[in-house]
């Protein structure tokens, strides 16, 4: 008789996103008309095309694919050299970061890479998450087997939840308790909030005196514009010894569809054995990602080192003011609607205060069914997250100046 994994059954059934499908296509059936003006600021996924620099690497790359001279089969699992140089030098060191070539692992994402980590840590470690926080970190934890079942609120037995509220500034502080690892996210999904230079020291400090180990998620960082907040962990003195950061082309040189992502593993980051011996975790992870993955594309590793090129770091930073510019039209719009609004700067995430005693599916059922926009219900995302609502800046300039004008023509 063969077993499934019993972990998988405590898993809240992929509840948002197919929640809003769901609500979405009741209404589009019930209400053509309003169906055709239908925008939608819910999932983060970008909208506009791939930069110029880009499409042109990835024609050439097709091109070598075709000859006999410059056909390449499989590729180092861990990524090319010279892929894993530029993003070592242009990401890290040209910044004064030191983070050496060997250090980075280029992946097919950073949502499996934030699933795959755990393939390495042991399983008797205390795990803290923010609530509310990008799902994957949870269930994914949930399916290894690190939680026990969900309690009627949804929180999981065994998780050490850090609150993220408007007095924290939705950026947590690190607990009073003893916790091992920590998932951070920042410039944050989905609250758009970022961590200050300060918080991410105090952290770094707490990691260091617990023997933790900070798992941080950089993946919207090409949208800091404040040169005070940090890009990197590694721009905290001590993060070398205490994080694993991942990063992604998904979100600046907009690869969700194309995939490709990097983590940076520092060999001086170290994690105790069963019998409390200190071994460093990067032979770990190389030997994991050698035996169970083969590696990203060469034509797609070839498309990623182009947005390392002049062009192509102008074109990835017109695409992020794009949508940063939909952001600060969005902020513009939510608080002219009388809304209290965060995130938005530093980050494409808008996280908006629903009107009081309304909760985010209330809120979300209102903005569908009177504005015709689909934004995410914070609820989704975690406890803490109830009474708000997230709204993407991801799409185009127009749609982003329909969505303000519909929103403040709402009456609550
Ligand atoms: C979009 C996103 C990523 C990137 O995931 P990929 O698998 O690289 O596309 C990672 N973390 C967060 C929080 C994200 O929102």
Redo the contacts with the bound molecule.
């Keep these: 008789m063969a077993y499934l994994n019993d972990n998988y059954l405590k898993l809240k059934a992929g509840y948002l996103f197919p929640e809003i499908g769901r609500r979405v296509k009741t209404f589009c059936d019930t209400n053509p008309a309003a169906a055709l003006r239908l925008i939608r600021c819910g999932i983060?996924d970008v909208t506009e095309p791939l930069p110029a620099a880009v499409i042109a690497a990835l024609h050439k790359a097709v091109d070598e694919m075709g000859l006999r001279e410059s056909f390449k089969g499989y590729g180092p699992e861990q990524g090319y050299d010279w892929l894993r140089h530029a993003i070592a030098k242009k990401d890290f060191r040209d910044r004064g970061l030191d983070v050496a070539d060997d250090e980075i692992f280029v992946s097919d994402?950073?949502?499996?890479d934030?699933g795959n980590i755990l393939d390495i840590l042991g399983h008797q470690n205390r795990i803290a998450i923010s609530d509310p926080v990008?799902p994957v970190y949870l269930d994914t934890n949930v399916m290894a087997g690190h939680t026990g079942e969900a309690d009627e609120t949804g929180a999981y037995a065994g998780i050490h939840y850090l609150p993220c509220t408007a007095q924290n500034g939705f950026v947590p502080e690190p607990p009073s308790g003893k916790v091992d690892v920590i998932y951070l996210?920042s410039p944050n999904?989905p609250t758009g909030a970022v961590a200050t230079r300060a918080q991410l020291e105090d952290w770094v400090r707490y990691a260091l005196a617990n023997q933790a180990i900070i798992l941080f998620?950089a993946?919207y960082e090409a949208y800091i514009t404040d040169p005070a907040i940090p890009r990197s962990i590694y721009e905290i003195p001590g993060a070398r010894d205490c994080a694993i950061e991942?990063r992604?082309f998904?979100?600046n040189g907009g690869f969700?569809g194309v995939r490709c992502?990097l983590t940076v593993v520092p060999k001086t980051l170290m994690a105790s054995t069963a019998n409390g011996e200190r071994k460093p975790l990067h032979p770990l992870w190389l030997r994991r990602t050698t035996t169970k993955f083969n590696g990203v594309s060469y034509i797609v590793q070839r498309a990623a080192e182009a947005l390392y090129s002049d062009e192509g770091k102008a074109q990835v930073r017109t695409l992020v003011n794009h949508y940063m510019g939909n952001a600060a039209v969005l902020v513009a719009g939510c608080r002219a609607a009388g809304f209290t609004v965060f995130g938005g700067s530093n980050a494409p995430y808008i996280w908006v205060s629903a009107p009081d005693g309304v909760t985010s599916w209330q809120a979300f059922d209102k903005i569908l069914h009177d504005a015709n926009v689909v934004i995410t219900p914070g609820s989704g995302f975690g406890r803490h997250g109830e009474g708000y609502f997230r709204v993407s800046s991801f799409n185009s300039r127009a749609n982003a100046e329909e969505v303000s004008r519909r929103v403040q023509a709402l009456r609550w």
């Design positions: 983060g994402g950073s949502k499996c934030c990008y996210c999904n998620d993946a991942f992604s998904s979100k969700t992502a």
